[in-house]
């Protein structure tokens, strides 16, 4: 995508954006705790023959302990691939409510278990499978295509189910077959896919409130201090933002962009948790966090999403003693569910 011009307004000091920067992960515990809640964790997973999958956007101790234990840090596909792919008996999911649904969706003979079942999504939230349903018949003559970020019954309902690493290949795939699209529950994502593919697509009116923060205003700004500075944009972020943005791309892509290009700054609009990976990946960089609201302003996310910040050391810990929060998805509406999901999986087979 090329990159549009930008006219910042005057600002008063470097000072201001200083904040935007990504800085290093302070400990919430103590070297003696951090290392009893490992050593505690390490033993119960092992214990139980459980791996550990983590989302890009969880705290950065649960990512670490992912890869130390042989688990996977990845988004949400990748980690319900990895789980299915894996020998392990239980399948811990850090991460949101629908990422535990799909894991045991692939894998339904496993125990899927979630250290809370208190975290979800907005745009699983924003999409009610009785109201989407509803939405579906009144437009029986569309594909229906689903982003990952749904629930189970949404998955049921549609005819494919993307991420938004592959969402434009699907949706220009579809458009080359004449195909209409019914596209839930991403507005930001869907017109994304819209404008890039010159598809029919009907959009359902959902978004990420982590996403949707992102300022395009703040953005030309940090881009005048820093004219140096590839602009990583998520597709789930406005429009306003993504005509900014050097890359558009799925958490993946975003890192693979920052680890591959060869700037040395990034200004990234995704959740920072993803930080954890891409320092990991890129130590010689510097990567600054895309500004939401601004400061003064109420802000929902700042970069961050609440659910996910919900997956903490303790409440994994927990659920491994307990054995509750575990995930069940009903048998048939599991089966309809993966129809949509195997497309998926053999598309980016092919």
Known sequence: MTQKSIVA???????LVQAHF???????????ELQAWRD?????????NAVLVAHYYTDPLIQALAEETGG??????????FGAEHSADTLVVAGVKFMGETAKILTPN????MPTLEATCSLDLGCPPDEFSEFCDQHSDRTVVVYANTSAAVKARAD???TSSIALDVVDHLDAQGEKILWAPDKHLGGYVQRETGADVLLWDGSCIVHEEFKAKGVEDLKALYPDAVVLVHPESPAAVVALADVVGSTSQIINAAKTRPEKRFIVATDQGIFYKMQQECPDK???VAPTAGAGATCRSCANCPWMAMNSLENLCAVLERGDNEIFVDAELGRKAMIPLQRMLDFRKG
Do not use: G
């Not at 996977?72 to 691939?81: F, G, I, N, T, Y």
């Open 110 to 113: 496993k125990r899927v278990l």
């Open 72 to 81: 996977c840090v990845s988004d949400s596909l990748e980690m319900a691939r």
């Open 160 to 162: 494919w189910v993307v």
């Open 9 to 15: 307004e005057t600002v008063d000091s470097r000072s």
């Open 22 to 32: 990504a800085e290093p992960v302070v400990p919430q515990y103590s070297e003696e």
């Open 286 to 288: 510097e990567l600054m």
């Open 40 to 48: 505690r964790i390490k033993r119960l997973l092992n214990e139980q």
